[in-house]
Nanobody
């Protein structure tokens, strides 16, 4: 079993930056893919970014050029660097992981961290 714990959310003004972290524990060596989803009030959860390796990353069109996903395998941690934040980025951000190579990891989930971008 894998446990995921997110941190780094908060309130930021439009144009600002935040860095989310997600630390995996338990059977972390079984993880192949890690990623981030978000869910805004009244909307479906959507995929934001995934990473298999430093050469294999995937981003939603809405965040390309503004968000960067990275991974530290030694620390079993995935990061989401968010720049040029917009009010529409406001959502609960969830970390996800999977034991297979996939652009939509869904096997394990974190509890979520709130990101609020004020205009």
């Amino acid at each position: 079993q894998v446990q995921l714990v997110e941190s780094g959310g908060g309130l930021v003004q439009a144009g600002g930056s935040l860095r989310l972290s997600c630390a995996a524990s338990g059977s972390a060596l079984s993880i192949s893919t890690m990623g981030w989803y978000r869910q805004a009030p009244g909307k479906q959860r959507e995929l934001v970014a995934t990473i298999i390796s430093s050469s294999s990353r995937n981003y939603a069109d809405s965040v390309k050029g503004r968000f960067t996903i990275s991974r530290d395998n030694a620390k079993n941690t995935v990061y989401l660097e968010m720049n040029s934040l917009k009010p529409e980025d406001t959502a609960v951000y969830y970390c996800a992981a999977d034991g297979v190579y996939t652009y939509s990891p869904k096997a394990y989930w974190g509890q979520g961290t709130q990101v609020t971008v004020s205009s």
